[in-house]
């Protein structure tokens, strides 16, 4: 089937390399996908008909082909050294969005559209209803705005042209049309060569004879391209890394390729609903149990929850992966750069690919849709890229038991919960975002790593006989594959969670643990803790790093609220998986991924602040983001904060990695503490 | 329906109160336990009439009569001043059971059975084929054994004669039949009028008008019994604290007292498995995947995992909750002392409950029994006190998605791992306790805390107007409830972790992540990280405070085994929730829980050391126990070892842990780390 122009689910003329993951919808493909096309024919008319209903529903497509309009006729786009990277929703006032009710008008609707010309990165607001450009500025600062899918198709073409690059593969025994090269980040590092130029690096593979093309990496050339002209600035073919190509076998992953025997099959197994799910989805607002909360994709951080209320009551304003950092950890010319921000780099909604039922979410889960836009500004759908689910995994809400004279007692309620569930594929790596909403007022947010690692070649095939110590400690990672390194990494995830307890201004309060001690004559107890808790007044005194030996819980509390007791009405935050850099605080990479310096932060609210390292991350120096805005050192009493949870995992890769990484999880959550009168769940009724 | 002897599923004349938590199986009940009493006559008499199979299996209900018949024959039970505390398997030699193979006779079996003659603890060994007594010797140290349910009877007759009592009871205008006592351990720190005897002190809570006693202490009025001659030793009523009784008002958590309006009913939702589980249970050992273990029910720990293999290669020998540390954090009279040692001073099997279908454990989980012995050393049953489900949770095993030219690559499996759970419910706490294997390898271990505060009484109805600060610090709590303080506490859990990875003769590795620096000349990148191990060859290398600023993997290793590649075979522990102890190191409860200093350790794996707190715990004074053992610095480089890892959490509690507990979680992982060649479930199949 053709789709009509207006449809436009298929971005024009791109050439789709695995890191350029737009989904093609394409319905004569006989692919999983095709069917949902298919299927969902309708759904598709509905989608491109959808008008906004709420003030942070994001731009639907009839709103992007005006905005794609608009552009056109201010010859915005379309001109030689014109890259449009990105056109979202503008966060509209947030003053404005709590007023709105259902039902009212929805405030105006601005377009956020980000290009570069001539290699200047530039900002421009469009107000949709009028159909008139309201702000043209350069951006300020060191940064540029992500690879685009219009890079793309050039990138692609430049090492195919490039002599000494068909020298190299020559020399290698390799052909062009056997190789594929991505185009990776390229940091920042003050090389005096790469100043003042958007860039990026390639890294090359062999692409012949796998899928998992991240496997057989041809080590040792590095391709610096100029993303302004296009061309090769610098050419790296090291002669001291000329390490083979990994071999092909045991690389591919897929089901299909695999040969008996195969894992010990399990009977089947799923999560049932026979009268199907208990939430509803409406646009993007979803309602379940005692939560409400609207839910958007966005192209740079993949989706947005926001206005999450529990029966009714404000939790949190915005919530969202604000950026990654996932810095390599070996200092070799082909890899000391790769230190990449995903978000700000390449974008987390962008690098999603519709889910697959039955496998990345359960039966009933429901999907939601993104139109997001293509280089020439055109809409484009990436369908089921979020799923909605119940989830019931055996757990338990609560419980007790026991034997009270001649009264037994057990009550013990099921623990269901709501999870919304994104995955985003940044070429290699996946990763696995869950929000998930409990009945008892806790939001847990998880992620999962998994996909393939990026890999680094060597002439080693094993560690044991004759390699030295010296080769050994040059591993910088695991031998995990005959001519494989894992390279060691790090995965830091800075979390934007603006709550709002209870209403808008909120306090941040440190309850520190502190060693109490009695003299014999109190007490034949030596020593005891208490809470002693301590309100952070300004940006400076909520730089949290944790420690085991000095514990501390946090609250986010609404100094306005108080429960019937007296206590102040406040949602904790329950560290889960954490880690500290071990980078030197003054390198490059450290400064320009700042927020990782703690691991959790709060500011004051401010409508700009969304991007913890920064507003544009390609290349940038560490002259915008959250280290930045909170050397203000701002007032964040009593007012409307922003709470930063930076969550993380070092990784030191191993065997069971290979060809495809077991998925590693890592969580943290917000807990209701005295935000409710009483247990919020006391009234759930139990299964029979 | 009455019950014959050999059945004989109810303790002799014991008062059931509500610590008391053993199993009356009575199929003339209307409660949901008579149902599968009546549907399971079957399988009752399997159990009695079952043999043990496997050298590790539980001591059977015949084993048990066995035992009894001679420990009666030969005078040690029925007598004045003889207490019967557990009969148990004794561990078999481990090298025994390593030999044996299925269907060879098992070796020997020992019964390992405590009693506390004239307040003198024993420990009697009897060879349960020879129906002999092989062993019979004081045991040796300050501790005591758990109160027995023997002393349940006895307590509670004490506190109706005692006139002072009565008398405070009156002065409240209490009856003492509106009341019940509950045994507290008593700790231990010198005070001179407890030396050298074997107590309780009995907390009193108001019954009538609720089931939820914990929410109605009487505060102020501490029983200290004798438990030799269950005599009061000391009275104390303070004048000080005569806080009002909390009203009965909401503290009632059955869904039977619950009144409209109910919580958002969900439409119904299960895990199901049409074609039925996956696993099989024959005896004790579960069969599953690509995992073999052993599980059995055990009176004082909750359960064993034992002899765990995935792919038929060893993980570990023996695993399982060794040990708990709640202390509560205030210095007052009648709370001071409460620093429970859960396991030896209660019992963790014992305090299990039969677990409720659908509510406590998925449709399709299959359940275990177990038998214990009763304080006259007849066996009782406590049926469905093990659950074993597997769990689909909608989680990702492993994904990956990418476009790579016309290919559009979409991989990913869905979930499924196998849970063995127990619930200890310790008076007013209830411990979920999962272990939960995956098929990628990885182990973990979560538990779940949920259940009824622990309630401090006080005249306080609001912290608002009239509190002074003073009373507030006084609180050493949360107010949760009208009158009603939840006392800060912490929950330290020790588990047991006799990993024999690929066999039995391990090393403990800890890889330290340690900054690396390049001079500018070798590299733009100015700082890195890399992994520098160093095994530990003694105990004291071994112990372990997790550290955010240094930052650590530790790999349990054999050094006998590597990869084709050369790496080393190893399972790595992947740290979860831990806390680090806020108590003077120098104090009584720090030194009887000592190994609370150190988030993880390394022994030398010995037979007897078993529970982290020592053998005998109720009063005990620190002479025994993990951080005792551990300074006995010996080797453990490549040697069998066992790992410790103390699980935490502290609490400080908060209104919607009121009236009963909304479950907090906390796990920890051990992880195969170059166990196997590849990733062990490439060749999972997807769900269609």
């Known amino acids: 089937m053709a789709h009509s122009n207006s449809m436009r689910v298929l971005p024009a003329a791109c050439l789709i390399l695995s890191m350029v993951i737009l989904l093609i919808v394409n319905c004569t493909n006989k692919s999983a996908h095709s069917r949902i096309c298919s299927e969902q024919k309708g759904k598709w008319s509905a989608l491109l008909n959808r008008k906004a209903q709420h003030p942070l529903d994001p731009l639907t497509h009839s709103e992007m082909l005006a905005v794609q309009t608009l552009l056109r006729n201010t010859s915005l786009l379309g001109k030689e050294r014109q890259v449009l990277h990105s056109v979202e929703l503008e966060d509209p006032d947030k003053q404005e969005v709590l007023r709105w009710k259902p039902g009212q008008p ?56 490039y002599q000494p690059f068909l020298d190299s593969l020559a020399a290698r025994g390799l052909k062009i049309d056997e190789v594929l090269c991505l185009p990776l980040s390229p940091g920042w590092y003050g090389v005096p060569e790469d100043e003042n130029k958007r860039l990026t690096k390639l890294q090359c593979f062999v692409h012949k004879d796998t899928l998992n093309i991240y496997t057989r990496p041809i080590e040792g050339i590095v391709i610096v391209l100029d993303l302004t002209t296009m061309q090769v600035t610098r050419y790296i073919d090291s002669p001291a890394n000329k390490a083979p190509i990994p071999k092909k076998d045991g690389t591919d992953y897929r089901f299909s390729a695999q040969t008996p025997p195969y894992f010990a099959a399990l009977n089947p197994i799923s999560i049932e609903q026979p009268l199907g799910p208990s939430f509803t989805l409406d646009g993007h607002v979803v309602k379940w149990a005692n939560w409400e909360f609207h839910v958007r994709p966005h192209g740079r951080v993949g989706n947005i929850i926001s206005q999450a209320k529990v029966d009714g009551r404000s939790v949190m304003y915005q919530g969202f992966l604000s950026e990654l950092f996932v810095p390599y950890q070996t200092p070799e010319q082909g890899w000391y750069f790769r230190t990449y921000l995903d978000a700000g780099d390449y974008g987390l909604g962008i690098f999603s690919l519709p889910l697959q039922p039955l496998n990345d979410c359960p039966r009933h889960a429901q999907y939601m849709d993104a139109v997001f836009s293509g280089p020439d500004g055109a809409p484009y759908i990436t369908p089921n890229m979020i799923c909605i689910f119940e989830r019931y995994a055996g757990d338990i809400a609560w419980q007790h038991a026991e034997v009270l004279g001649n009264e037994k007692i057990h009550e013990a309620r099921a623990k269901v919960t709501l999870v919304v569930r994104m995955i985003a594929s940044l070429g290699n790596y996946d990763y696995i975002v869950d929000w998930e909403f409990q009945t008892d007022g806790v939001v847990r947010v998880k992620v999962g790593a998994t996909g393939v690692l990026m890999i680094k070649a060597t002439d080693m095939t094993s560690v044991d006989a004759n390699v030295t110590k010296d080769e050994l400690d040059d591993m ?46 109190v007490s034949p107890r030596r020593s005891y803790w208490a809470v002693e808790k301590h309100v952070a007044k300004t940006e400076e005194e909520a730089r949290i790093q944790f420690s085991l030996d000095h514990p501390s819980e946090f609250y986010v509390v609404n100094p306005g609220k108080k429960t019937r007791l007296g206590n102040q009405v406040s949602y904790r935050v329950v560290p889960g998986t954490s880690i500290s850099s071990l980078l030197d605080p003054r390198s490059s990479p450290q400064t320009r991924a700042a927020f990782t310096n703690n691991q959790m932060w709060i500011t004051q609210y401010n409508r700009t602040e969304k991007y913890a390292a920064g507003f544009l991350t390609s290349q940038s120096h560490g002259d915008d983001g959250l280290a930045v805005w909170s050397n203000r050192n701002r007032n964040i009493e009593d007012t409307d904060i922003t709470l930063w949870y930076i969550l993380g995992f070092h990784h030191v890769p191993c065997q069971e990695d290979f060809p495809v990484m077991p998925t590693a999880e890592a969580s943290f959550e917000i807990k209701p503490t005295n935000f409710f009168e009483r247990n919020p769940i006391l009234k759930m009724q139990p299964n029979h």
Chains 1, 2 share one sequence.
Do not use: C, W
């Not at 450009?133 to 690879?147: A, K, Q």
């Not at 995965?491 to 934007?496: K, P, Q």
């Not at 309850?511 to 004559?521: A, I, M, N």
């Open 476 to 521: 910088r990672g695991t031998l995990i594959s005959e001519n494989t390194i894992g390279v060691i990494h790090d995965h830091f995830l800075a979390f934007h969670m603006d709550l709002d307890v209870d209403g808008p201004n909120n306090s941040f309060v440190q309850g520190k643990f502190v060693r109490y001690s009695e003299p014999p004559e």
């Open 106 to 161: 929805i405030p105006t609707r601005h377009a956020e559209v980000i290009l570069t010309i001539d290699g200047v990165p530039r900002k421009i607001v469009v107000d949709v209803g009028l159909g008139k450009i309201v702000e043209d500025t350069e951006i300020p600062g060191s940064g540029y705005p992500p690879i685009s899918v219009d890079d793309f198709e050039k990138i692609m073409a430049s090492p195919a042209t």
